[in-house]
């Protein structure tokens, strides 16, 4: 089953629907959607997300981001659009670079303290409530997406495959899809001139190939730090991103088949 879609300008472009589920019903595919930003597509790369008939675009950037690379819209475009501008907690690269020295194990350690803050972020809270309410009522795909479409992005796909019950196992194997080699040796070669550039840093490949991936590692702690503060994550979901008992039924009948 292939999943990962190729767009001109669109990186990490995939059909996360489409697995097994413990009601014995499968995700639906040509519904859930999920990719890095939007600011390169090709005129030909809009054509095609026009014709997917995305109801909802879900840009989980921070407002400084879109403002950097600003997202493309086909003529006529009328999906709706789920972003907020509520500031961040803590530093972007540019900051917390500074005085670093910036390499593999920076790019973990890094990873590894996003995801403990992530899913308790006011920003972050805000988007993955809305994003929920937007997908039980769309008439039509939806597409999430942040930078890279690789943490924000994998930590609520990873949230919505729980909602509607697909097993760890594939939960897992679905977030680290992310790790196609072709898509990380083009990251690789467009973010080492990025953080030169912008940043002042030149990193090896091998911190390079860190800060274009995700690590198993990522997910399991932000599981475990969610399961921590609110005992499972039906508890975060429904305490944190109203996301309980009816909003779910509603989920579970519009996306599985």
């Known amino acids: 089953m292939t999943r990962h879609m190729d767009f001109d300008g669109i990186e990490n472009f995939r059909d996360f629907g489409g697995y097994d589920t413990a009601s014995g019903r499968a995700v639906k595919r040509e519904v859930l959607y999920r990719s890095a930003n939007h600011a390169y597509a090709t005129e030909a790369d809009l054509a095609r997300m026009r014709d997917l008939g995305l109801a909802a675009i879900i840009d989980l950037r921070r407002t400084e981001e879109r403002t950097r690379e600003p997202s493309k ?61 937007t997908l039980a009522a769309a008439d039509g795909a939806i597409v999430v997406h942040c930078a890279a479409g690789k943490d924000r992005t994998g930590l609520i796909c990873a949230l919505t495959h729980h909602v509607l019950g697909v097993h760890a196992d594939d939960i897992m194997a679905d977030y680290l899809l992310t790790n196609d080699e072709s898509r990380m040796a083009r990251k690789m070669a467009f973010l080492g001139p990025w953080l030169r550039d912008t940043v002042g840093k030149t990193v090896d490949e091998a911190g390079l190939r ?32 109203g996301v309980g008992q009816p909003l779910r039924e509603r989920l579970q009948a519009r996306l599985l088949g």
């Open 210 to 241: 860190v800060a274009v991936s995700v690590n198993p590692a990522y997910l399991e702690t932000a599981f475990a730090v969610i399961r921590e503060a609110h005992g499972s994550l039906d508890g975060y979901l429904t305490q944190v991103l």
């Open 73 to 133: 819209r086909w003529p006529g475009f009328g999906a709706a659009v789920v972003e907020n501008d509520i500031l961040s907690n803590h530093a972007d690269w540019a900051q917390s670079m500074k005085g670093a020295e910036v390499n593999a194990q920076w790019f973990l350690d890094d990873g590894m303290a996003y995801y403990r803050r992530a899913p308790f972020e006011a920003r972050h809270i805000d988007l993955f409530t809305r994003y929920f309410q």
